[in-house]
């Protein structure tokens, strides 16, 4: 049950990153000079000069445009933001979220894991509830909302490690991280694919939903792990004795001799002069700048300069 809980918070948390894009697909009318779904989409959108295309292939791709635009009305998009206010929105998330790790890291030293990621968890759910309505007051104060809610996606990081720490036994502790971080891939395909359906609801024109649903499905996760777990197997109420004790038993023996429940500090100078540690830090960066370019901007790439519907842009997200 901890594991499949650890799994899902990677979904939960990627849910304001990941639903954002979709959304702005559904709600932001675009622009004749973002590509756009009303034929006006060209070569020079994607940074080839007029004339350096063969008139073929120029015209196979206003075709395309125009026949996945068609259908389209622009009546159906409730907001008409320029290009730097949707890139605003959409990157907001990440001004905090670099700083939630050692935000999470602070708070848990007192109120421990548990409290900590249902705090953070539950106010990511109250600020993606309320995007529709802020979005509707302002674009800046959606802005807003997506920076606090970064806060509780960077978050996740450390609180999960320490978790595994505590619940795995060292021999299944690589299993445990595997299973656990997948759930970052599989919220790339539950939420983009959910979201685009949302986005047709014939109701307050459909986008809202895409936060109702996804703040909602937060909310029951964060009652789910406030109720199911706890810092460390001997804490747990419902653990059966057999299971706690072969997981104390099995993990590390520091952890286990650690009578106040925390780590001891960890060798900080150490670390930051270890070379393995350094080249994955630099690979983790790089990693991480490429997936978040695609998560966040994909859709909009799609659906602005290439032309596609939302039906057609959950398909090849």
């Not at 038993?249 to 960890?266: E, H, W, Y």
């Not at 596609?308 to 997200?317: D, K």
Request: hydrophobic share 45%; glycine share 8%; charged share 10%.
């Amino acid at each position: 049950m901890m594991l499949l809980l650890l799994h899902l918070s990677f979904v939960i948390n990627t849910i304001p990153r990941n639903t954002a894009p979709m959304a702005i697909v559904c709600m932001v009318r675009p622009r004749s000079g973002d590509g756009s779904r009303d034929g006006s989409t060209n070569a020079t959108m994607i940074g080839v000069t007029e004339g350096s295309l063969g008139s073929q292939m120029e015209g196979a791709l206003s075709a395309a445009v125009q026949m996945n635009t068609t259908g389209e009305n622009s009546d159906d998009f409730e907001f008409d933001w320029n290009s730097n206010t949707v890139g605003l929105v959409l990157s907001s998330i990440t001004f905090t979220s670099w700083v939630g790790p050692f935000f999470a890291n602070l708070v848990s030293g007192y109120l421990g894991n548990k409290w900590t990621m249902t705090l953070l968890t539950f106010g990511s759910a109250l600020t993606t509830l309320l995007s529709p309505p802020a979005a509707r007051i302002g674009p800046n104060v959606l802005v807003g909302l997506r920076i606090i809610s970064g806060l509780a996606f960077g978050a996740n990081l450390p609180i999960v490690s320490d978790t595994i720490v505590w619940w795995t036994p060292e021999s299944e502790r690589l299993t445990a991280t595997a299973v656990t971080f997948s759930g970052v891939n599989m919220a790339g395909i539950v939420t983009f694919f959910i979201a685009g359906f949302l986005c047709s609801v014939p109701i307050d024109n459909g986008w809202p939903f895409v936060f109702y649903i996804f703040g909602a499905i937060t909310l029951l996760w964060t009652l789910a792990w406030h109720i199911m777990t706890s810092q460390k197997p001997e804490d747990h109420p419902w653990i059966s004795d057999e299971e706690k004790s072969f997981i104390i038993a099995t993990r590390s023996r520091g952890i286990g001799a650690n009578k106040t429940g925390r780590l001891d500090k960890p060798p900080y100078r150490t670390i930051m002069t270890s070379v393995p540690i350094l080249v994955y830090f630099i690979v983790t960066c790089v990693h991480i700048w490429c997936s978040t370019i695609f998560y966040t901007y994909l859709a909009i790439y799609f659906s602005r300069l290439l032309g596609f519907t939302y039906q057609e842009v959950i398909l090849l997200v």
